[in-house]
Structures are given as C-alpha cells and as structure tokens.
DNA sequence: CGGTCCACCTGTCGGC
DNA sequence: TGCCGACAGGTGGACC
C-alpha cells in the first residue's frame, strides 16, 4: 500500500511503539524477505539479538531503526540542511514495504498472520506489544542491514522528529520528498530540464524526486492538468511548480487521512480504505466521468494508458497530448 | 552515463 | 468448476 503518505504512517505510528526498547529475539519466518541481507538470515538475526532502538526515520519510501551505538543519541540533532557533520559508522536495521509489506505491532497472543516473514521480540514495556511483525505477501519488500553514513544533504529529513546528520547506506540515492522542508524546488526543476524522458517517468524517479508512486503521481498529473509523456525538457517552471504542489497537496491530504487509522496497538497498513475509495480523480477511474470536465459541463472519460509497463489513467480532455508535438 | 526493460513474488478477478 | 491471462500502490540491476 505504501508511497510516502502511508510510509509516513507507518513510521509516526511506530516511534511511540519501538523507540528505546531492545530487540530480544529475532525469528526470520521467510528468508526471502531479508534476501537483501547478504550475509544471510543467522548473521541478520545475530547482529539484531541485543540491540537497542533509537529512532525510526524515513527517507522517500524507505524506513530505517537506527540501533545501538549510532550517534543518533545526540536527539537534539539541528535540523539544518547543511551537510557538515562528521559522524561515526552506524547500523540500522531497515524496511522497505515494497508493494505489500507491513509492520505490525502485536502481542504474541495474536496468531501469526498468513504471510508473516519476519518476526522481532522486543524488551517489555508497560502497556505496548511485545512484537514488531513484518508480514508481506508479495516479498516485494524485506528487511535488512545497512550501515548509516554522512551525507551530502544534511540527512534523512522526511519529516523524521530528529533529523540525523546520516543517512542508510541503501537510502543515499534518494531524493527528497515534497513534503520535506529541505525539498528543493529549484534543485529539482534544473534536474528535470537535463532529463530527456517523459514527466510521469520522472516523477516516479525517487532519485530526483521521492515518495511518489503510481497512483499519487496519476492524481498529481491530473491535478496538474498535464500529459503523463509530457517531455520533460519542455517544461516550464510554472508547469514543475503547478505539479509539483499538486502532488504536496494530494498526499498532505492522503496523509491526514491516514493518521486517524493508526492509534490502534497496531500499524494498520491497509491503504485501500477510507481516503483512496472517496478521494481520487484519475486513478482507477477507468470509463467514469473526469469530475472537472464534468464540472465545467463537459462529457469526458478517464482513460487508461499502458505506460512503463503499468496503467497510467488520465482525462483525454483536461490533459490532452498535443497532436503535432508542440506542448 | 542516462534511459528503458524486466525479474522479483503471491494473490485475485474476469473470461472462456 | 477450473484453467489462464491480466493485473496489483516498487525497486535494482541488466542492457542498450
């Protein structure tokens, strides 16, 4: 379910839940989802066994735990974009949810779930699930280690509560989010005039631009009113900005309507409900009317498109694709 | 080097 | 009923 929106979720909901306690006991289920691991299931679960969590911090889609040792503990950490820092070498553990991971908090009451893979005991705590649960269907996702290393851009950012000066090892190529204040609109807009590629292409780069996946780059377009082939070296600067805002806005709201879902014991990653059903113009909207033509009493259909090997749903009328070139 | 394609997986749904 | 293909919110590495 997870682009930045429920990513963000997830990560607010499990700081109160993991932040300070120890992993006691490691159990991986399916050694396919730590398969990024590369010294294999014994060596993951040996280096977890005693460590201790210090945070959880969000680059683009990416989710990490810096762990013991890690200089996070300055948490008073400044959160500047300045990359001057010098920090030591760091581990942390990471998760990407791919397309269908989740991390759950449970009590070991709970039976397992169908598609668990990955299941982490942490030290009791008054009042909170004794485990961190990784459940992914499609093992799209996993679990690994990586170590934390300075980077260029003044850390994770993402919106993380205490922005640390390092970065994971396996995040370090990815961009910024719209939604982080250290989001350089500027930077993003010279990038994307060098590109010779279509724009939805480009939004979905999260190496120029992170936390955009198909669904939300489909509402941004539409919202944009802008053709997903659209070039990106013809764009001008207040085309960049008017997408660019629309995709802030849409996943600010889809953020919003998220958080309510996670006060519960656990971190309910499940994204189909509630926002997405009420909330899209374009995506998944195939044959229906588009809302704005409609509203400026104009007949339109959404339509979907094949493109990168996935569906791209746009309106023929309010995002058109110029016939002879000139956009 | 940047752009494009495809493998990596399981499950569900609609058509025949 | 069952088989089969299409499709599903992502990513990295192979290939030009």
């Given at each position: 379910m997870p682009e930045l929106p429920e990513v963000e979720v997830v990560r607010r909901g499990l700081v109160s839940w993991v932040r300070g306690r120890t992993i006691t006991a490691v159990e991986v289920v399916d050694p396919r989802s730590v398969?990024?691991?590369?010294?294999?299931?014994?060596?993951?679960?040996?280096?977890?066994?005693?460590?201790?969590?210090?945070?959880?911090?969000?680059?683009?889609?990416?989710?990490w735990l810096p762990l013991t040792d890690s200089p996070a503990d300055a948490s008073a950490a400044d959160p500047s974009c300045d990359?001057?820092?010098?920090?030591?070498?760091?581990?942390?553990l990471m998760a990407h949810l791919g397309m269908s991971g989740q991390l759950l908090m449970q009590d070991s009451s709970v039976p397992d779930e169908k598609h668990l893979k990955v299941r982490l005991r942490l030290s009791t705590a008054d009042?909170?699930?004794?485990?961190?649960?990784?459940?992914?269907?499609?093992?799209?996702?996993?679990?690994?280690?990586?170590?934390?290393?300075?980077t260029a851009d003044g850390g994770p950012g993402g919106l993380a509560e205490t922005p640390l000066p390092l970065i994971a090892e396996e995040a370090a190529h990815i961009a910024r989010d719209p939604l982080d204040p250290c989001f350089s609109f500027d930077e993003f807009y010279r990038r994307l005039r060098t590109r010779r590629t279509g724009l939805?292409?480009?939004?979905?780069?999260?190496?120029?631009?992170?936390?955009i996946g198909n669904i939300y780059a489909d509402e941004a377009l539409w919202q944009a009113r802008l053709h997903f082939a659209r070039p990106t070296d013809t764009l001008r600067r207040?085309?960049?900005?008017?997408?660019l805002d629309a995709a802030r806005e849409v996943m600010t709201d889809a953020l919003a309507a998220g958080g309510t879902s996670f006060d519960s014991l656990y971190v309910n990653v499940n994204g189909a409900s509630g926002y997405f059903d009420r909330s899209l113009n374009a995506y998944g909207r195939e044959g229906q009317e588009c809302r704005r033509c409609a509203a400026a009493s104009l007949v339109s259909l959404i339509k979907r498109d094949q493109f990168m090997n996935r569906s791209s749903y746009s309106c023929p009328v309010c995002q058109p694709r110029p016939r002879n070139g000139r956009w």
């Amino acid at each position: 379910m997870p682009e930045l929106p429920e990513v963000e979720v997830v990560r607010r909901g499990l700081v109160s839940w993991v932040r300070g306690r120890t992993i006691t006991a490691v159990e991986v289920v399916d050694p396919r989802s730590v398969r990024r691991h590369a010294l294999g299931p014994e060596d993951f679960a040996g280096n977890l066994e005693g460590a201790r969590v210090l945070d959880v911090v969000r680059r683009g889609k990416f989710l990490w735990l810096p762990l013991t040792d890690s200089p996070a503990d300055a948490s008073a950490a400044d959160p500047s974009c300045d990359a001057d820092a010098t920090p030591a070498p760091a581990v942390a553990l990471m998760a990407h949810l791919g397309m269908s991971g989740q991390l759950l908090m449970q009590d070991s009451s709970v039976p397992d779930e169908k598609h668990l893979k990955v299941r982490l005991r942490l030290s009791t705590a008054d009042g909170m699930p004794a485990e961190l649960r990784f459940v992914d269907q499609r093992i799209f996702g996993g679990l690994f280690l990586t170590a934390l290393i300075p980077t260029a851009d003044g850390g994770p950012g993402g919106l993380a509560e205490t922005p640390l000066p390092l970065i994971a090892e396996e995040a370090a190529h990815i961009a910024r989010d719209p939604l982080d204040p250290c989001f350089s609109f500027d930077e993003f807009y010279r990038r994307l005039r060098t590109r010779r590629t279509g724009l939805k292409r480009a939004l979905l780069d999260q190496g120029l631009v992170s936390g955009i996946g198909n669904i939300y780059a489909d509402e941004a377009l539409w919202q944009a009113r802008l053709h997903f082939a659209r070039p990106t070296d013809t764009l001008r600067r207040a085309e960049a900005a008017r997408v660019l805002d629309a995709a802030r806005e849409v996943m600010t709201d889809a953020l919003a309507a998220g958080g309510t879902s996670f006060d519960s014991l656990y971190v309910n990653v499940n994204g189909a409900s509630g926002y997405f059903d009420r909330s899209l113009n374009a995506y998944g909207r195939e044959g229906q009317e588009c809302r704005r033509c409609a509203a400026a009493s104009l007949v339109s259909l959404i339509k979907r498109d094949q493109f990168m090997n996935r569906s791209s749903y746009s309106c023929p009328v309010c995002q058109p694709r110029p016939r002879n070139g000139r956009w």
